[in-house]
Antibody
Framework: QVQLVQSGSEVKRPGASVKVSCKAS????????ISWVRQAPGQGLEWMGW????????NFAQRFQGKVTLTRDPSTNTVYMDLRSLTSDDTAVYFC????????????WGQGTLVTASS | DIQMTQSPSSLSASVGDRVTISCRAS??????LNWYQHKTGKAPKLLIY???TLQTGVPPRFSGSGYGTDFTLTISSLQPEDFGTYYC?????????FGQGTKVEVK
């Protein structure tokens, strides 16, 4: 069955960077991309960006351009989200989700990773 | 960016009730509209895609309709496990914006 397993919670100082991983299994990694969605405390879901499953093509919401880098490692079926210059506003649960064809139909999700930016 | 507006922001209904949640897009998005259910501490779950197609494994009491700018998610007979927050999301253009959510409480 399709599974997306994310790395564990992180606590970082403001100004630091964090890298969250999302390991896929149960399907052919290169056939589907991965989107990233976050939920800040008490807030709704916010789409951040997407990376293709078979190329390094990415697409971001404007507010995350320059803030987020998405990379992929087909040898380990893993996608990475690098979030830099953390502020308290970046404290959130970050989800990866499978996004086949780039249509943003997010049919399988990771369990979420809590990132806390705090001094 | 396309803005998605849901109503109501919250509702409380009894088991067996018919529940309707609305979602309006700021620009026409044809049928590029998906619905998710999210329970606290869990991953969101895809319910409906393409405005009206039921995701595999989702109970048929869930249904979706709409085209253009106005969409509806209906739960025909609310069940105790249907509590949570429901989100619409447009997949017509980037950024793939979500509505603000509708919190459903089962009395």
């Amino acid at each position: 069955q399709v599974q997306l397993v994310q790395s564990g919670s992180e606590v970082k100082r403001p100004g630091a960077s964090v890298k969250v991983s999302c390991k896929a299994s149960g399907y052919t990694f290169t056939t589907c991309g991965i989107s990233w969605v976050r939920q800040a405390p008490g807030q709704g879901l916010e789409w951040m960006g997407w990376i293709s499953g078979h190329t390094d093509t990415t697409n971001f919401a404007q507010r995350f351009q320059g803030k987020v880098t998405l990379t992929r490692d087909p040898s380990t079926n893993t996608v990475y989200m690098d979030l830099r210059s953390l502020t308290s506003d970046d404290t959130a649960v970050y989800f990866c989700a499978r996004d086949c064809g780039g249509y943003a139909i997010l049919d399988h999700w990771g369990q979420g990773t809590l990132v806390t930016a705090s001094s | 960016d396309i803005q998605m507006t849901q109503s109501p922001s919250s509702l409380s209904a009894s088991v067996g009730d018919r529940v309707t949640i609305s979602c309006r897009a700021s620009h026409a998005i044809t049928t590029s509209l998906n619905w998710y259910q999210h329970k606290t501490g869990k991953a969101p779950k895809l319910l409906i895609y393409g405005a009206s197609t039921l995701q595999t494994g989702v109970p048929p009491r869930f249904s979706g309709s709409g085209y253009g700018t106005d969409f509806t998610l209906t739960i025909s007979s609310l069940q105790p496990e249907d509590f949570g927050t429901y989100y619409c999301q447009q997949s017509y253009s980037t950024p793939r914006t979500f509505g603000q959510g509708t919190k459903v409480e089962v009395k």
